[in-house]
C-alpha cells in the first residue's frame, strides 16, 4: 500500500510528532512538497504532505493562520510537517487549533531531521508500493495465464474476480453473457447488457465504467477485439476504484481473452476457405467430398437438415450482414450448434469488414449460411432481420416515406438435407429475390408457397409489359365504340363460357363474340392460344393493381 502519514510517524528515523489531526493519519500520501509561499495552493495537486519553517507566515495570528489551513484542505493537502528550531522554537498555538479545528494532520519535524529526508522516505515508500503493485501483477498475470489454458475462460474469469475482490463477467458478440465468476454474479451482469450493446457501438480498444458511489458496485466494461468491430466485452464489478496491482490483472486478462476470443486473421480466412470450398461441393452436388473436406470442422451441420440462408447488403448500410453473421455465430456457440458462413462480395471475405466508407455506394456484400433447421442460428436470423424491419419502418415514418437507399434482404429456404443443397440454395435466391421486390428485409421460401403470385405483378417492368398490351385495347374503348377491356376481364374470368360472361356484361352472347373477334383484330393475336389467355390476363391483373 502506499506510504500514509501513520507510517511516515512511526519511521524511527524521523522522529515526528503528531500535533494535530490524530484521527486522520491513515491518508496517503501521493508526495511530500516543500514550499515557503504564503499560498502555495496554485503549485499543489492534492494528496501532498506540505513542509514549512513559517519563514513568511506570521503563524501565530489566529485569522492569518485560518485563511492559511482552510486553502489547504481546502487544495487537497493530507497533512502539514511544520519544522521546529528554525524560525520557531515550537509550533505557535494559532497553527495548532486552527488545524485541530479543520481536521489537517500537524507534525512537529525536529531541527535535527531535515525535509529531504521525509521527502526520501516518502519517496522511497511509493516506489517500493509501485513494486510490489507490478510484482503482485506479473503473478497475477502468470496465474491468469495458467488458468486460461488449463480451464479457458471461465477459468480465467474466476482467477481475475479473486484478484480485484470482486465480480467478472464475459459477453459475446451480441452482448450476452457466456461466463461469470463467481456464480452469484450472473444476474448482475445480465443487467448490464445495454451498456455492453453500447461499447460496441465504438471502434475497439474501447471502455467505460457503470456505477459509482449510489450503487452496489462499480462496473468497468471493457471491448475485446483487434479490428474495427468488438469481437467480445469483459466486465469487472468491484466495490471501489481499482488498485495499481488491480489495474494490472485486469489488462492482462483483456490481453489473454482478445487472444482467446479473436482469432488470427490467417486462421479466420482459412477457414473461411474451407467454408466456401464445402459450400462449393455441396451446391455441385458433391455431398460426399463435402463432408470428407469439413471433417470435424462443422459439426454434425451436414448430417441433419439445415436451412440455406442468402443476405444481401443493401447501400443503406454495409455493416448489416456483418452484424447478421455475427448474431447467427453467437446464437450457434451459445446453443453448441455448428454454422457455416461463407462471406462473398467483389474483394472477397474482408467485404464484411470493411467500413462503410470503403465499401463505396451500389456495392452489395452477400453472405451465404447453412444453419442447423429450428436451431438457434436460423432463430437468431429470423430475429435479426426482424430487427432490422422494424428500424426501417421506423425511419421512414421519421422521413415521410424513408429514402432511395436501398435496404439489406434476406431469403430462408426451406428444410434441406446435404443432397439438396442446390435446391435449397436456389429457394433461398428465389425468397431474396421477392424480399427485394416486395421492399422486405426478410422472406422464407415458405411463405412464397403459402401466399400468392400476383403481389409479384407489382413491378414496374410487368406494369409497362401490361399497359403496352391493353394500350391498343384501351384506345379503342376511348373512342366510345365498344367496352373490349371489360368484355376481355368477363370472358377470360369465364374461361371462354359465352353465355355466363355475356351474362355478366348483360349483353347478348353474340355481341360478346363480336368483341372478342374485335380484340383479336386489334391485337393481332388469337385467343385460342394458351399462352396469349396467360398473358393477356395477367396484364389485366397487373393493371387493376395499379387502378
Known amino acids: 500500500m502506499p506510504p500514509t502519514l501513520a507510517s511516515l510517524v512511526h519511521h524511527s528515523a524521523l522522529k515526528l510528532t503528531v500535533r494535530a489531526g490524530e484521527d486522520r493519519l491513515d491518508v496517503p500520501v501521493r508526495w511530500a512538497h516543500v514550499s515557503e509561499l504564503a499560498d502555495p495552493v496554485p503549485y499543489m495537486e492534492g494528496g501532498e504532505l506540505l513542509l514549512i519553517t513559517a519563514l513568511k507566515l506570521d503563524a501565530e495570528d489566529p485569522r492569518a493562520m485560518r485563511r492559511y489551513v482552510r486553502r489547504l484542505v481546502g487544495a487537497g493537502v493530507v497533512g502539514l510537517g511544520f519544522a521546529v528550531g528554525v524560525n520557531y522554537d515550537q509550533i505557535p498555538k494559532a497553527l495548532v487549533d486552527t488545524a485541530a479545528e479543520e481536521g489537517l494532520p500537524l507534525l512537529e519535524v525536529p531541527r535535527r531531521t531535515p525535509f529531504i529526508a521525509i521527502s526520501k522516505a516518502v519517496s522511497a515508500a511509493i516506489a517500493a508500493d509501485q513494486y510490489r503493485a507490478v510484482t503482485a501483477g506479473f503473478a497475477a498475470q502468470r496465474e491468469l495465464t495458467r488458468q486460461a489454458l488449463a480451464d479457458g475462460p471461465q477459468g480465467l474469469l474466476t482467477v481475475l474476480a479473486a484478484q480485484v475482490d470482486g465480480w467478472a463477467a464475459l459477453y459475446d458478440t451480441s452482448g450476452a453473457v457466456v461466463a461469470t465468476a463467481p456464480e452469484w454474479a450472473g444476474r ?114 451436414l448430417d441433419a437438415p439445415f436451412r440455406v440462408i442468402v443476405g444481401e447488403s443493401g447501400t443503406a448500410d454495409h455493416d448489416s450482414l456483418a452484424g447478421l453473421a455475427e448474431a447467427m455465430e453467437s446464437a450457434a456457440a451459445r446453443s453448441g450448434e455448428a454454422v457455416l458462413v461463407v462471406p462473398e462480395g467483389p474483394e472477397g471475405p474482408e467485404q464484411l469488414e470493411r467500413s462503410d466508407e470503403a465499401a463505396g455506394p451500389g456495392t452489395a456484400a452477400r453472405l451465404v449460411v447453412l ?130 360472361a355475356a351474362a355478366d356484361l348483360g349483353v347478348h352472347r353474340h355481341t360478346l363474340r363480336y368483341r372478342m373477334r374485335r380484340v383479336e383484330e386489334i391485337l393481332g393475336r388469337s385467343l385460342d392460344d394458351p399462352d396469349v389467355r396467360m398473358e393477356l390476363w395477367l396484364a389485366l391483373k397487373a393493371t387493376a393493381a395499379t387502378e
Open 188 to 301: 448482475r451482469a445480465a443487467r448490464l447488457t445495454a451498456d455492453v450493446e453500447r461499447l460496441r457501438e465504438r471502434p475497439a480498444p474501447a471502455s467505460s465504467v457503470v456505477g459509482g458511489p449510489d450503487h452496489e458496485d462499480r462496473v468497468e466494461l471493457h471491448s475485446l477485439g483487434t479490428g474495427r468491430r468488438p469481437k467480445a466485452a469483459l466486465a469487472v464489478g468491484t466495490a471501489a476504484a481499482l488498485g495499481t496491482a488491480e489495474r494490472y490483472a485486469v489488462h492482462s486478462a483483456i490481453a489473454l481473452l482478445t487472444l482467446t476470443t479473436e482469432r488470427s486473421r490467417s486462421l479466420q480466412a482459412a477457414e473461411q476457405r474451407i467454408g466456401a470450398a464445402v459450400l462449393r461441393m455441396l451446391l455441385a452436388g458433391q455431398p460426399d467430398h463435402a463432408r470428407a473436406v469439413a471433417g470435424e470442422l462443422f459439426g454434425a451441420l
Open 371 to 500: 444453419a442447423v433447421d429450428g436451431g438457434a442460428a436460423v432463430d437468431a436470423c429470423r430475429e435479426y432481420a426482424s430487427a432490422l424491419e422494424a428500424e426501417r419502418a421506423a425511419t421512414d415514418v421519421r422521413e415521410q416515406g424513408g429514402g432511395e437507399d436501398e435496404p439489406p434482404v434476406v431469403g430462408l429456404s426451406a428444410p434441406a438435407g446435404p443432397v439438396a443443397a442446390a435446391v435449397a440454395h436456389k429457394q433461398a435466391e428465389q425468397a431474396l429475390s421477392v424480399a427485394r421486390r416486395r421492399g422486405r428485409v426478410f422472406v422464407e421460401h415458405e411463405e412464397m408457397a403459402a401466399g400468392s403470385v400476383l403481389p409479384l405483378l407489382a413491378d414496374d417492368a410487368v406494369r409497362a409489359f401490361a399497359d403496352g398490351l391493353l394500350r391498343p385495347l384501351s384506345e379503342h374503348d376511348a373512342t366510345g365504340r365498344g367496352d373490349l377491356v371489360a368484355s376481355l376481364r368477363a370472358w377470360l374470368s369465364r374461361h371462354g363460357q359465352w353465355d355466363a
